[in-house]
């Protein structure tokens, strides 16, 4: 099952016809969190909003996430070792206030799991191509010099 | 230090990517009492033995919503009254700018940590924290622009 999502705050309607029309092609299921919809799909399972255990549970058993360029759903493919395909809201299209999820596309660019897809094509490839490499839980290096730091203030010092 | 002398950090985030960023900074309060906040239902937090944390809902709002920013406010100033924090931390968003100005009311000394995912320019509450908290901080080392912006490093 591919389980795809679009965050907590904003309706994200291109990736969801994407994934509908994609769908009959794909050869596996797929279920979709979608926040508010116009227009009923006719290939995926949608769900307007899920309960925070029922997501986790959508989310721990699919073979392959697809989801906006959100931090939270970055987090949590790392933290379950999920392959990730995140596809960035863009601002021209009225889909966030601003253009933030491709800078985060293009950071997390690199990084072995997270797959970018900037446009529809490349979304219809990656899932094609899958299995793919799964997202790692191994906390970068820089965040421990963050954490000793909070630590640090927190304790009256100066960090 | 005793039980009774431990510190209280209040902890306080949206739901969504701002709350798994805060899940990764309350690790940095070791050997304080975390108490969390938080706008959406359901979700929970742990307390370092695994046990569930305390996690309090308040009203989530935007800057276009005044009235229901002043509900959260009453919430926020109820918990800052009840469990005195010594510290407030936020991740975002205007939820959790908030909190960091009620937590001043109250004595507390605040951080702002903005997302990771503003790697181009700080939120708009990121800004407006700059005037508000103690240590303001963003996690992209080509941002820490201005002497009060600081950079440390980066959760994920």
């Known amino acids: ?159 | 230090m005793s039980e009774m002398e431990r510190k209280t950090v209040l902890a306080v985030a949206s739901g969504g990517g701002h709350w798994q960023q805060l899940m990764l900074v309350a690790q940095a309060f070791d050997g304080f009492d975390v108490r969390y906040a938080t706008t959406m239902e359901g979700l929970t937090a742990a307390e370092p033995d695994g046990s569930p944390a305390e996690v309090t809902l308040i009203r989530d709002f935007n800057r276009s919503n005044p009235l229901v920013m002043l509900k959260a406010a009453r919430q926020l100033m109820a918990l800052c009254r009840r469990v005195r924090p010594s510290v407030v931390v936020s991740t975002g968003a205007a939820p959790g700018l908030l909190a960091l100005a009620v937590g001043k009311l109250y004595g507390a000394r605040t951080i702002w940590i903005d997302s990771v995912a503003n790697s181009e320019k700080l939120s708009m509450s990121g800004k407006t924290a700059g005037w508000i908290c103690d240590l303001w901080v963003t996690q992209w080392p080509h941002l820490e622009k201005s002497p009060k912006l600081r950079y440390f490093g980066r959760l994920l």
């Open chain 1, 1 to 159: 099952m591919i389980f795809a999502t679009v965050g907590t705050q904003l309706p994200f309607e291109r990736l969801i016809r994407a994934l509908d029309r994609m769908a009959p092609a794909i050869g596996a299921p797929v279920i979709a969190q979608t926040g508010a919809l116009s227009f009923a799909p006719a290939h995926i399972e949608t769900h307007s909003v899920m309960a925070p255990t029922e997501f986790d549970e959508r989310f721990r058993s699919a073979e392959l996430i697809v989801a906006h360029a959100g931090i939270g759903t970055i987090l949590m493919a790392k933290r379950h070792g999920k392959p990730l395909i995140i596809f960035p809201r863009r601002a021209a299209l009225g889909e966030h206030r601003n253009d933030h999820q491709i800078a985060t596309a293009r950071s997390f660019a690199e990084e072995i799991g997270v797959h970018v897809a900037y446009e529809e094509e490349d979304l219809e490839r990656l899932i094609s191509e899958r299995p793919l490499a799964p997202a790692s839980d191994a906390p970068p290096a820089e965040r421990a010099p963050l954490l000793q730091a909070l630590n640090a203030f927190a304790h009256g010092l100066d960090p």
